[in-house]
Every structure is written in C-alpha cells, then in structure tokens.
C-alpha cells in the first residue's frame, strides 16, 4: 500500500486535520499495519498531509513468490479528516486479489 493524503484550508480561519492510514492482509492470520496521521491546525492558505513514505516499507507485507494456491486478499485505506465548524471526512479504499499471476 502506498499513498498520499493532504487537504489545503481555504476557509478564511484556521481547521484542524487529523486522518489514518491502513493496510489490512484480509485471508491472512496477519495484524492489520495501521498509522495515524499526526494532528495538526491548519491555517488558512496551508496544506496538511502525509504520505506513507514517510514510515518507510511499514504498510508493506511480505508475501514472498505466490503460488496457485495462495492467494492474498488485501484490503486499504487511505482516511483524512478535517473540522472547522463542520466535519469533512475523506476516505479513499480498495480491497484487492493478489495471485501468483502478480509476481514479478
């Protein structure tokens, strides 16, 4: 799993942000790999966001070479959050199949 969430503020005062990444290994006995984004204002003109380059490999699983009969079922989330007055919450999710016809 890899990717990027951000918000800029536009509203003309100041917002808080806050959001959660997570990559979930569904057919697997495999702890969920999960990060929360730091909070943080966000001042008017500014941009808040994260990517999950910033932890490094750690929404990674290692699956090794995949075989016929073993097949991963991943699910992923991307969730950013921000309030000022009112709550906007943005989620971006995919849950996917991977086979050995993904090896590379």
Same mark, same amino acid.
């Given at each position: 799993?890899?990717? &990027?969430?951000? /918000? ?16 979930? /290994? ?8 999960? @990060? ?6 966000? @001042? ?17 699983? &290692? ?42």
């Amino acid at each position: 799993m890899d990717g &990027f969430a951000w /918000a800029y503020n536009g509203t003309g005062g100041n917002a808080s942000g806050s959001g959660r990444f997570r990559h979930t /290994a569904i057919n697997k006995n495999l702890d969920e790999l999960e @990060k929360d984004l730091p909070g943080d204002t966000i @001042k008017q003109g500014e941009t808040y966001g994260y990517s999950t380059g910033y932890w490094g490999t750690y929404f990674n699983y &290692f699956s090794g070479t995949l075989t016929e009969d073993n097949k991963w079922h991943c699910n992923a989330y991307l969730r950013i959050v921000v309030h000022q007055g009112v709550t906007d919450d943005w989620l971006a999710e995919s849950t996917n199949w991977f086979t050995h016809e993904d090896n590379r």
